[in-house]
């Protein structure tokens, strides 16, 4: 059992709704590449965020930041908490310190720069931002083509680096937002993140990528970049076969889960957890959450 279980665990102690940190399961019918939580896993606690887009659509963080603080003011009329749970480094940074919303999307110029990836590859992309914004570009992954493209995007229509609009969004929230980053054994974790990859296409991978393909409009760009989803689009146009599909899904896993670590603990806001046990049920470590948020925060909201 995952960070799910310990979600529904603490927010039932807490008397929260939860709400879902995280840039795929915003999507309807993304559900077993995304692992989104079933009603049944979701055990009767309100999930929100969820099934808000179509794949072939498009959300800012703005627009995500902006749904998620008119729920949280819903909850807070109705006398409940936010518990925000996921692993999306970017929306977790949005919803506790702003963030820079910068210029409205270039589609010109985007594709231009996707051409440019395919072509060339994504490294040679990377490596032009770090030419012109050293910072952005040792944050970034080499192989994350959207934020690279939108750091590349950033300077081309306003003649500044992202990181020097980002300074101006970058004071930690305040101490009463609760967040904790829970983490296993690294040769743990990647046990369970290869046999869940194995678990999602025994459970239906490939049939679910090739509905969504064959759906009334082509995939977003976003959602065709997921992981998983990008690797079994190749498996059906024929570059690659089912095993090399699932190796490459449980790789680029390991490594999102890796760098997800890495952020989270330089997130000034993100404060230490112990490394979970192995055998510790959902049940404990939520209790073992829910003790230590009540007695050190006075606001409203967690995060997990």
């Known amino acids: 059992m995952g960070k799910t279980a310990v979600g529904v665990a603490l927010a039932r102690r807490l008397g929260a709704e939860i709400l879902a940190l995280d840039s795929m399961t915003v999507y309807r ?6 692992a989104k939580p ?5 055990g009767g606690v309100p999930h929100h965020l969820i099934d808000r887009l179509d794949p072939w659509e498009s959300a800012s963080v703005a627009e995500v930041r902006g749904w998620a603080h008119e729920i949280l003011v819903d909850l807070e009329v109705r006398g409940l908490r936010g518990l925000f749970v996921g692993g999306t480094a970017l929306y977790l940074k949005a919803m506790l310190r702003g963030l ?3 210029p409205g999307a270039d589609p010109a110029l985007r594709q231009s720069l996707e051409t440019e990836a395919e072509s060339l590859g994504d490294p040679a992309l990377h490596a032009r931002l770090a030419g012109l914004d050293p910072p952005t570009a040792l944050r970034l992954h080499p192989n994350d083509r959207r934020r690279v493209i939108r750091a590349l995007e950033v300077i ?5 680096p992202l990181s020097e609009h980002q300074v101006e969004h970058d004071r930690p929230a305040p101490e009463s937002v ?3 980053a829970l983490e296993r054994p690294r040769p743990q974790l990647n046990e369970r993140i290869d046999r869940r990859v194995e678990a999602m296409f025994a459970d239906g991978l ?8 064959n759906g009334p409009h082509p995939l977003s760009l976003v959602a065709a970049q997921a992981v998983g989803y990008r690797e079994v689009i190749d498996l059906l146009e024929g570059r690659i076969d089912r095993a090399e599909a699932l190796a490459r899904t449980q790789l680029r896993t390991r490594q999102f889960a890796k760098r997800q670590a890495t952020w989270f603990r330089n997130l000034a806001e993100v404060q230490p957890w112990p490394i979970l046990p192995a055998d510790e049920p959902p049940e404990q470590t939520a209790e073992r959450l829910a003790e230590r948020i009540n007695q050190a925060t006075l606001g409203r909201s967690s995060g997990l």
Do not use: K, N, Q, S
Not at 29 to 34: L, V, W
Not at 156 to 160: E, K, L, P, V
């Open 156 to 160: 081309a229509m306003t003649g500044r």
């Open 29 to 34: 019918g993304m559900d077993i590449g995304t």
């Open 100 to 102: 820079f919303e910068g």
């Open 38 to 42: 079933t009603l049944a896993e979701r």
């Open 178 to 180: 609760a967040v904790f």
């Open 206 to 213: 490939i049939d679910e990528v090739e509905r969504l393909r």
